[in-house]
């Protein structure tokens, strides 16, 4: 069992930044990839970004590369997610989630086993 709790969400302007951090708890953490996936009201959860166990491959939606950057701390079970040179288009609730899935299905929010609550991220123009 892996337990996630996110942070770090809230309001900002266009172009500005966020960091977002998601704490894991439970068991071999180290183990999971790691991805990041957002909602935003009246659409489907879509995929963000993810960050194998070791952290030495990642990857994004072509939404996001070039903006957003995905980060994990193994020591501290903590994974994040640096959002730069944000747009109203990027507001939505960003949840993180886990998975032992391979590395082709991690944009898939069907591969992911635990999901944490999620936090708002808003994007004002």
């Known amino acids: 069992q892996v337990q996630l709790v996110e942070s770090g969400g809230g309001l900002v302007q266009a172009g500005g930044s966020l960091r977002l951090s998601c704490a894991a708890s439970?068991?071999?953490?180290?183990?999971?990839?790691m991805g990041w996936f957002r909602q935003a009201p009246g659409k489907e959860r879509e995929f963000v970004a993810a960050?194998?166990?070791?952290?030495?491959?990642?990857h994004y939606a072509n939404s996001v590369k070039g903006r957003f950057t995905i980060s994990r701390n193994n020591a501290k079970n903590t994974v994040y997610l640096q959002m730069n040179s944000l747009k109203p288009e990027d507001t939505a609730v960003y949840y993180c989630?886990?998975?032992?899935?391979?590395?082709?299905?991690?944009?898939?929010?069907?591969?992911?086993?635990?999901w944490g609550q999620g936090t708002q991220v808003t994007v004002s123009s």
């Open positions: 989630a886990a998975t032992l899935a391979t590395a082709d299905r991690t944009a898939s929010r069907y591969a992911y086993d635990y």
């Open positions: 960050i194998s166990w070791s952290g030495g491959s990642t």
């Open positions: 439970g068991r071999s953490f180290s183990s999971y990839t």
